[in-house]
């Protein structure tokens, strides 16, 4: 039973990460960080399924066992090298100073299959030689120091978006690392490796896994347009929890049963009302953990199809104005949200403040230049990483311009409202509440804002100035 459900966490985790792959093969091209992301997270599926086989194959287990202490020593090189490329990477793969860094990463890969590793190496019946011990000490400074220390200071030098990302990571990393050096001391020193399930490198793996799909998810690391549904998340975090739960009320039972000396039966009724207790507790723990990733219980077709209802019934064009503004921060939790609407006549979009107070941004400026061009929602602190993505000088040139002009504004982010071509909105919103970034969430929900109230604004504009012609008797 304990064996079936770890193959069950096992495979949960491989689907995350296979994700996690999806996701840094679909940013392939974009820079050098991305493809040592790639690499590394290549390396720790390929060591993830050889460890699982390790534990199940009888005749090929020696070979399975070298393979897992070469594939760890390629992932402690994957990881310094995306360490020191990330977020923005270089143009070269790799330096001549990186190469010859890695040459002890390049002799722990050898060093398994070697006669001089093991001192006996026999079905069930490993003994370590001293070389392992300098095998282990590599790995830690590699992967702990030289790899997690630059993560650390790259961490503390960075901000925005970039910072919760590294955040997330440093966690993960840290975490999985802790857990899989602990085993693998464990293994040599205490117990001889054995054909069961390695309990503690499984763990420590998947912790890895979530926290860096949760960046992915919430924090668009990788690639910000990446969405998979609610569902989906759901199911597979239930799945996960209960069958680690599960694996702890059998850990539970059997510890019963051996220190005690207490009758099956009697710790089979208790393990399962333990599992019958414990699983609506579970369902709502991940109900609560999934809603937080996914903005709110009330989904963003909700909340957008709620925005829709107000506006279509609203007559006034500054009252329509003021019901999308206000419902944006709210949802969003931000202060500055800043509608600027078309003025035809002075060539100008303009903002009605609450203070009564107008604000201009000049439709022929840098912002609208590159907003003719592309109607994606432009985020202020990922304009740096999108200058480097795009690969004409003069679409970098609109780039900078836009991002001066954001600046200028103080804006956060910025997405325009087009109707036959023509931008007749801009929608400015400041910096998030509490030092937080645009989520992947955020980006959606304005884009379904766009599409589902663009119409209602152009033709409440339409007819606004219809009316202030009449008004003037030019009609």
């Known amino acids: 039973m304990i064996r079936t459900l770890l193959h069950i966490f096992t495979g949960v985790n491989l689907l995350l990460y296979l994700y996690i792959i999806y996701s840094a093969l679909k940013r392939w091209k974009y820079n050098t960080a991305i493809k040592y992301f790639a690499i590394f997270i290549i390396f720790s599926t390929c060591w993830i399924f050889i460890r699982l086989f390790e534990n199940i194959a009888i005749n090929n287990w020696g070979l399975l066992i070298k393979l897992d202490f070469s594939f760890a020593a390629l992932v402690a090189g994957a990881a310094v090298l995306f360490s020191r490329h990330f977020p923005k990477g270089r143009d070269r793969l790799i ?131 990446i969405i998979i549904r609610k569902g989906i998340i759901y199911g597979s975090a239930l799945i996960l929890l209960l069958a680690f739960y599960t694996y702890l009320a059998l850990l539970l039972k059997t510890t019963i049963e051996e220190s005690w000396q207490v009758n099956p039966g009697w710790t089979t009724i208790i393990l399962i009302a333990l599992v019958a207790l414990g699983f609506p507790l579970l369902k709502k723990l991940i109900e609560n953990l999934v809603n937080k990733i996914f903005k709110d219980k009330k989904s963003i077709d909700l909340a957008v199809k709620e925005l829709q209802e107000k506006v279509v019934k609203e007559t006034d064009f500054e009252k329509l104005i003021k019901i999308v503004n206000e419902q944006i921060r709210q949802y969003l939790n931000i202060k500055i949200v800043q509608l600027y609407v078309l003025n035809h006549q002075k060539h100008y979009l303009v903002y009605q403040d609450t203070d009564g107070l107008s604000r201009e941004i000049n439709a022929n400026g840098d912002l609208l230049k590159y907003f003719n061009k592309y109607t994606d929602v432009l985020v202020g602190e990922e304009i740096p990483h999108l200058i480097e993505d795009r690969q004409g000088s003069f679409e970098r040139e609109m780039l900078q311009k836009a991002s001066k002009e954001m600046k200028k504004n103080k804006a956060g982010l910025a997405m325009p409202f087009k109707a036959d071509d023509e931008i007749i909105g801009l929608l400015i919103l400041g910096q998030k509440l509490k030092n937080q970034a645009y989520t992947v969430q955020d980006v959606q929900y304005l884009e379904r804002l766009r599409e589902q109230v663009g119409f209602t604004l152009a033709n409440a504009l339409l007819y606004k100035e219809a009316m202030e012609r009449i008004s003037a008797g030019a009609v």
Not at 148 to 156: A, E, V
Not at 173 to 188: C, G, K, N, P
């Open 95 to 225: 330096t001549v100073k990186e190469l010859f860094s890695l040459i002890p990463i390049l002799i722990l890969v050898i060093l398994p299959f070697s006669n001089i590793f093991f001192e006996i190496f026999s079905y069930k019946q490993i003994k370590y030689s001293n070389w392992y011990f300098l095998y282990i000490g590599v790995l830690i400074l590699y992967f702990l120091i030289i790899g997690g220390g630059t993560f650390i200071r790259k961490f503390l030098r960075s901000k925005g978006i970039i910072r919760l990302q590294l955040a997330y990571i440093l966690i993960g990393y840290y975490f999985a690392l802790t857990i899989l050096l602990y085993d693998s001391l464990y293994t040599a020193t205490v117990e001889p490796r054995i054909t069961n399930m390695d309990i503690l490198f499984f763990n420590g793996s998947i912790i890895f896994s979530l926290f860096i799909s949760y960046a992915i998810l919430k924090y668009r690391f990788l690639d910000t347009r």
